[in-house]
């Protein structure tokens, strides 16, 4: 299995409240992604990042911030936690991307255990 | 805008039955596809990944198939056992990005 560890496993928090998330490899795969999964939304893309210090927004991004100042680390940041915020988070990792031809690369990605976040 | 669907939603067969998964996409152009499974509370489990260039990818009982043309892919299960209940996601990557787009998984229950 890839080396890949979520923090807190699970967390309550109220709403207002900031929270941060993290993700850590030991891979050192370039690519980081968050995504969250809900009951009849399936898991859909939070923000990625595609080096040091470079992100970029996913579908659901509105609410969130990351921050990616390592290779291992990636941070996923709710600045004031709402009820509909309440998700299973997941980190995922991958090592190679497209080519700049558009040609396909290999890019599998590999998911961490998740983080059950509940907003009150 | 890529959409994935997955069908049926739930399936349930008997121990050692051979069973086929469906996943379905609407944008044909896409680079790759990987399949996952995911165990109730637990992360997600990449199985196979097939290029946009390859029809087929196969791993022990497990064999996936790609048909960009058609938007469809499978993934069939050999001598279906107890343990292989969970549920199966299929994912695509379109476009000159790397975010994969996920279809919404079919149930797996094993009957032993």
């Known amino acids: 299995d890839a080396g890949i560890t979520q923090s807190p496993r699970h967390k309550v928090t109220e709403t207002g409240t900031p929270v941060t998330l993290r993700c850590h490899q030991t891979e050192n795969h370039r690519y980081m992604y968050w995504y969250r999964q809900d009951p009849g939304h399936g898991l859909r893309l939070i923000h990625y990042?595609?080096?040091?210090?470079?992100?970029d927004k996913g579908e659901v991004s509105d609410g969130y911030s990351v921050s990616r100042s390592k290779t291992e680390d990636f941070l996923l940041t709710l600045e004031s936690a709402t009820s509909s915020q309440t998700s299973v988070y997941f980190c995922a990792i991958s090592e190679s991307s497209l080519s700049r031809n558009g040609l396909a690369g290999d890019n599998e990605q590999f998911f961490g255990p998740g983080t059950r976040l509940t907003v009150l | 805008k890529q959409e994935v669907t997955q069908i049926p939603a739930a399936l349930s067969v008997p121990e050692g039955e051979n069973l086929v998964l469906n996943c379905s996409f609407t944008d044909s152009a896409i680079y790759n596809l990987q399949w996952f499974r995911q165990d109730p509370g637990k992360g997600l489990t990449s199985l196979l990944l097939i290029q946009s260039s390859q029809r087929e990818q196969t791993s022990g009982r497990l064999n996936a198939s790609l048909d960009k043309s058609s938007g469809r892919s499978t993934l069939y299960i050999a001598a279906s056992q107890p343990g292989d209940s969970a549920t199966y996601l299929c994912a695509v990557i379109g476009g000159a990005t790397n975010k994969l787009i996920f279809g919404t998984g079919t149930l797996l229950a094993v009957q032993p």
């Open positions: 990042s595609y080096g040091v210090k470079d992100t």
